[in-house]
């Protein structure tokens, strides 16, 4: 009796997200494939076609580019944050973060009010609608993420082995040289992955920014099935992306198999070198502070030409969100856009975090009885992870492909936005909270349990309140990234389910300062929130420092 | 005047004196060992002696030569840290010819060199391993040729045997003394085990409180 109940119990919690998960990701996937895989020659025409040649050449091309400039750039800044100490540090690698959360739209938003005509530096640079105001774009995303990404592995590196080097009669240069580059090829590599691959399904940029001029494999999946309507070469480009993005994730795994070293860290308060003399203090301050303002300037023209008109500071811009100056049947109030978006984003979140939630529960009462368990708990984590190398755009062509089967009160509505962003924000909701459940002690559930708490118990009254800080850092993700997201909502955009992105590309695409200035205040509102949102969870990652019955380990030993 | 000096060497962190005016000599060949319990400083000396950390004040002196104020590679010390620090990257023999290679040595006379320190300390055939598939022993073996490839005037060795498990230790202590005494240099050898200690060194001194009892 008790085993089918635990049998029924284990059905449900692990049925739901894998039910889930296939109806709504694998399904539409696999419909893209099928479209594909049973015409083969849509793919190799694509192939032999001129035209789609230069957009696949220009999409590998501009993200290479992009790659190679934000590691050039990023390198040095990496260094600097990794091997010394001094004070802003932290501030800084918060700030250069924040392009990276801003929704892509918000980012090509505050690019045309730069560059575009009427633009701050229009006059004298004139980046407008060439491929380097794209790069540009790419460089100030992702530029962060070396930083963070390279320089935080970077800073847990043992000093030994530059010390070693030291003995050996390296100078400066040459422990720098052959011995901190060397180690850091696998930290570096992942990085620049990760970089190439948003550069590389980088959609908003390019269509926004792009023009007619330029377009990439995203931008051609989004032309093809909303404006020209061929199904069949989306999904032929569709293919081959996935195909390249496969590609370039056999490439990363390869070079972490191969450089899979056990690194020596470094060691619990191993002093960081400090820079010597206020001097350097001040150049090194000086230099990063200027990172942070070019970083940043995109973002601060927009919100000031969001309140700037030819009669000076005015709130025209927010004020003309609540007005129908067009006189059209169709306007569509930005009010509208506003509760959409922040719909879906509560959805959404709150349905990943839910599954999410549903997979560790599954796992711990589970997983000690049951060897299935475990390998059941495996394989939804790893469906669970495909969706970060599924592009938005590919997914939303998924669900129009499947459009027939998929029941249609459920389509053209908010609730088919919010199961695709539930889908996108699984992967994280699942990668912020396995983890913080993972560094529980086992012991201390096993105390719990020797007192007499069931296992609904020890959910209730251990495991909740020890991650309650990752299911509000998952919660606020899912949110931001909803309410950033982009291709997905527009593939599948109806006038009663627009979300802000949508809305704001809408205004940009229609001509006139009036439309252009509602882009600016509602992007600038958007990077508020999104802005807003990142700092909450930079204070919610702040460790709570508390030990217990664990050594404090001396200095020197790692 | 003996080989190498230490005069008066103190050091304090954050107030705390761990260092305190520490003399200490010794001749070619000998080997002392450090003993003290955990957290006493015994790294620390070693670390300025390498000029891997500066000390409050004191002298150090190698081969009749003041090197006090020498940057750490210009010091040419033999240092096994602890943990070893091997080069990930780099096979048996680039961690061997690390230092040889900073130094633009031929082709051929590095691979003498790596040859002549592999026969040494018995690990001949190895060259071409990854550092990581070695066991714990075998790694100790290539930290200390490395620390030899360049010739040093001092050989400091932290805590040695704190990687391996007891059996293996009583075999490799043996062993690793052998070592240090065809090298005829002098060693320093830090340790928190009496025994140990006892077996590995002609001397003992002992860290305790900020002073060296000998
Ligand atoms: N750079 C440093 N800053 C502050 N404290 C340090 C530093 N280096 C070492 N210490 C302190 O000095 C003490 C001695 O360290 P160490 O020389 O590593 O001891 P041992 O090697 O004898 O175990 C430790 O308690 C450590 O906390
Ligand atoms: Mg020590």
Known sequence: ?558 | MSYVQLQSISKAYAGISYLDSISLEMERGEIVALLGPSGTGKTTLLRIIAGLEQADSGRVIIEYRDITDLAPEKREIGFMFQGFALFPHLNVAGNIAFGLRLRHWPREKIKERVAELLELVHLAGFEHRAVHTLSAGQQQRVAFGRCLALSPRLLLLDEPMSSLDVDTKTHLLRELRTFIQQTNLPAMYITHDPEEAKRISDRVARLQDGRLDL
């Open chain 1, 1 to 558: 009796m008790a085993s089918l109940k635990r049998t029924v119990a284990l059905g449900i919690l692990f049925g739901i997200p894998l039910g889930f998960l296939t109806f709504f990701f694998l399904y539409p996937l696999g419909m893209v494939f099928l479209r594909s895989g049973f015409q083969v020659q849509e793919v190799f025409a694509v192939l032999a076609d001129d035209y789609y040649r230069g957009v696949i050449w220009f999409t590998v091309w501009q993200a290479a580019v992009s790659t190679i400039i934000c590691l050039l750039i990023g390198l040095p800044l990496a260094y600097v944050t990794a091997q010394y100490d001094f004070r802003g540090k932290r501030l800084f690698r918060t700030l250069i973060m924040v392009p990276f959360v801003m929704p892509t739209v918000v980012m090509a938003v505050a690019m045309r009010a730069l560059f575009a005509r009427g633009g701050l530096f229009a006059g004298w640079l004139p980046l407008y609608e060439t491929v380097w105001l794209i790069i540009l774009a790419n460089v100030l995303y992702n530029i962060g993420i070396v930083v963070r990404i390279a320089g935080e592995s970077w800073e847990r590196l043992s000093p030994q082995y530059r010390e070693v080097a030291a003995v050996l009669g390296a100078n400066h240069w040459q422990r720098f040289r052959f011995v901190h580059m060397p180690l850091m090829v696998p930290a570096l590599a992942g990085a620049a992955l990760l970089i190439f691959l948003y550069c590389f399904c980088s959609f908003g940029v390019i269509l926004l920014l792009g023009g007619s001029s330029f377009s990439s494999i995203e931008v051609e999946i989004y032309r093809q099935t909303t404006q020209l309507l061929h199904m069949d070469i989306a999904a032929a480009l569709a293919f081959i992306q996935l195909i390249l993005t496969l590609f370039a994730g056999a490439v990363y795994l390869f070079l972490q198999r191969k450089f899979r070293w056990q690194l020596l860290e470094r060691g619990q308060n191993y002093p960081r070198r400090r820079l010597s003399g206020s001097g350097q203090h001040r150049l090194v301050r000086l230099l990063l502070g200027i990172i942070v303002l070019v970083v940043f300037l995109p973002f601060f023209v927009l919100v000031f030409r969001s309140f700037y008109t030819e009669n000076g500071f005015t709130l025209d811009r927010y004020a003309a969100l609540f007005t129908n100056t067009t006189g059209s049947l169709f306007f569509l109030s930005p009010f509208v856009y506003f509760r959409n978006s922040f719909l879906i984003a509560g959805g959404a979140a709150l349905l990943a975090v839910f599954l999410a939630m549903l997979v560790v529960i599954a796992d711990i009462s589970f997983r000690k009885r049951h060897k299935a368990v475990s390998w059941l708990a495996q394989s939804v984590q790893i469906i669970a992870s495909l969706p970060l190398g599924v592009s938005a755009v590919v997914l939303g062509l998924g669900y129009l492909l499947s459009a027939l089967i998929v029941p249609s009160p459920l389509f053209a509505s908010r609730s088919l936005i919010i199961i695709m962003h539930a889908v996108i924000g699984f992967p994280f909701a699942l990668a912020t909270l396995y983890p913080a459940y993972q560094r529980i002690e086992p012991t201390v559930l096993e105390a719990a349990q020797v007192l007499g708490a069931t296992s609904w118990q020890r959910m209730r009254y251990v495991v909740l309140p020890l991650i309650r800080q990752a299911l509000a850092i998952a919660v606020s993700y899912v949110c931001l990234l909803s309410l950033g997201e982009f291709g997905a909502a527009l593939m599948v955009s109806r006038p009663d389910n627009a979300t802000l992105t949508v809305g704001i590309s809408k205004y940009l695409s229609q001509p006139g300062s009036l439309n252009f200035g509602r882009a600016l205040a509602m992007s600038s509102i958007l990077a508020g929130v999104s802005f807003t949102g990142m700092l909450l969870i930079e204070r919610l990652r702040q460790p709570k420092t508390y030990q217990i019955g664990s050594v404090q380990h001396a200095v020197h030993d790692s």
